[in-house]
Every structure is written in structure tokens, then in C-alpha cells.
């Protein structure tokens, strides 16, 4: 007489691997959202752009998206941290401009392609976890393009807090938190919004200047520091970040410098 045949590990636990899998894949982005680092035990780590599985342990994006990055080439503008053609120091949105109110601005990305998409993962979707591979990049930027600069502490550029309760978190503070801890440096929230703004991205530039005009506030707490970094996602016009340098200025910081991930 033939013996049954032995029931799968399947059967015997009466669960269903790959739907399991599944489920738990789709889960991970949001599980990694709500904070629950549980989720790293769970499931082999993806890549947060395009869900493949990743292949080393320590890697952020997996081959493919990294390389569909395009780092801004060299040489860069100190006006806002984009590539200039020939040798002059400033690039010609800034020439064309008024002048900045920081003293240099550093980025890494071109804003463009995959990096826009990486973006706004970053801030409407909960993609949080893509944090320490943006600050890294930036941190180190900032040693590169930046080795002489002072920097006494890194300041995010804030949100409103009706927005930051919105989103759940402040997408310059995650970056900040991570430039600092790589540099060194404290992370200090200089400045609030005294007022909520429309999203900066839906206006023409001048209509951008007009919007965030006034609208930070210098929170007056402790000592100020005499330089400082400022730290935000995305440089366009560069509209919200002057607003934020010059009221860092008028109360009294002596340096300000900007470091943003993508310049548009
Ligand atoms: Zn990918
Ligand atoms: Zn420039």
C-alpha cells in the first residue's frame, strides 16, 4: 500500500505564503508611514520608489532608481547650489534675480525625472522612510561643496501646523534630523509660520513671493546662533527660502547658508 503523500508546509499551517507576501508588501509603505519599524522584521527590504527587493542590506534605492537620479553636475552655482556653464560663480537665474540673502546654497539633485516622483513620495505619501538616504546625500554635499562654511546649527524650513498635522510630519525636519546628526551639528526650529500659505509649486514666481512674504515668525527661545544651515527639500525660485534667511537675519544670525535636496 502507498503511503499518503506528506502535506506542504503550506497545508499545515493552513495559510497561504504567497498571498501572505503579497499582503504584507502592499502593507510595508504603510506600516513604514505609521512608524511601525515592525515591518522591517517582517519583509525583506524594498526599494521605496519601485518596490523591487532590494539586494544589499544597506542600500537605499535598489540600482535601477539610483542611477535614474541625476546629480546636479559641476560647476556649481553659489546662488542656489545649481550647475553653472564656464567660470562664473553664479548661474543665470541668479545673475538674472535679486540678490540672495544667504551667503551660499548647496543642493544635490536635479529636480527632474525620478527625483520629482522620489519627491513627492517623500511628501504626500507617507514615504518617510526615504529620509536617511535624502539627509545622507545632503550631508554630504555639504562637505563637499561647503568645507569652509560655519555652521553652528541646522534649521529646517517649517510647515504650518495645521499642514504638519495634515501630513503627520514636516518633511525638511526628517531631512534636518539627519543632516545633523552626519555633520554634527544640533537642529534648532529657528523660525514657525505665522500664517498658513498656499502650496508654493501651483504659482508663477512672482505670485510666490508674494505668498510667503511675512510668513515666517523667529521663535525667540535660548541663544541664537551666529551661523546657521538652513534645510529644505526643494529649491524652485527660491521664494520660501529668502523669506526664511531674511527673517533668520533680521534676528540677528550672522551666516545663513541653505541646503536643499533638488534644485528645479
Ligand atoms: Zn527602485
Ligand atoms: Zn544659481
Redesign the pocket.
Same mark, same amino acid.
Given at each position: 500500500m502507498q503511503a499518503a503523500p506528506r502535506p506542504s508546509r503550506r497545508e499545515r499551517s493552513g495559510v497561504d505564503r504567497v498571498f501572505l507576501t503579497r499582503i504584507l508588501r502592499r502593507a510595508k509603505p504603510w506600516l513604514e508611514a505609521s512608524g511601525h519599524q515592525a515591518a522591517a522584521h517582517v519583509m525583506p527590504p524594498v526599494c521605496p520608489s519601485c518596490m523591487a527587493q532590494l539586494r544589499a542590506d544597506g542600500d537605499a534605492l535598489c540600482a535601477d532608481c539610483r542611477g535614474a537620479l541625476r546629480p546636479l553636475a559641476a560647476p556649481r *552655482?553659489r $546662488? =542656489? $547650489? $545649481?550647475t553653472?556653464d564656464g567660470l562664473l560663480e553664479? =548661474?543665470g537665474? *541668479?545673475l538674472a534675480g535679486a540678490a540672495r540673502p544667504w551667503e551660499r546654497?548647496v543642493s544635490v539633485f536635479d529636480y527632474g525625472g525620478r527625483m520629482r516622483e522620489l519627491v513627492h513620495r517623500f511628501k504626500y505619501n507617507g514615504g518617510v522612510c526615504l529620509a536617511p538616504f535624502f539627509a545622507a546625500e545632503m550631508a554630504a554635499a555639504w562637505r563637499r561643496w561647503a568645507p569652509d562654511e560655519p555652521a553652528e546649527a541646522v534649521a529646517p524650513v517649517p510647515l504650518h501646523w495645521r499642514r504638519r498635522l495634515r501630513r503627520g510630519y514636516n518633511q525638511a525636519e526628517l531631512l534636518a534630523a539627519g543632516i545633523g546628526a552626519a555633520l554634527g551639528l544640533p537642529v534648532r526650529s529657528l523660525l514657525r509660520r505665522a500664517r498658513p500659505t498656499r502650496q508654493q509649486a501651483r504659482l508663477e514666481r512672482e505670485a510666490r513671493q508674494r505668498n510667503v512674504r511675512g510668513v515666517f515668525a523667529a521663535r525667540r527661545r535660548g541663544a541664537w546662533p551666529e551661523s546657521v544651515v538652513v534645510v529644505d527639500d526643494v529649491m524652485t525660485t527660491g521664494a520660501t527660502l529668502e523669506a526664511a534667511v531674511r527673517e533668520l537675519k533680521a534676528a540677528g544670525v550672522k551666516r545663513v547658508c541653505v541646503l536643499t535636496l533638488a534644485r528645479g
Open positions: *552655482c $546662488g =542656489c $547650489g $545649481g553653472v553664479l =548661474c537665474d *541668479c546654497a
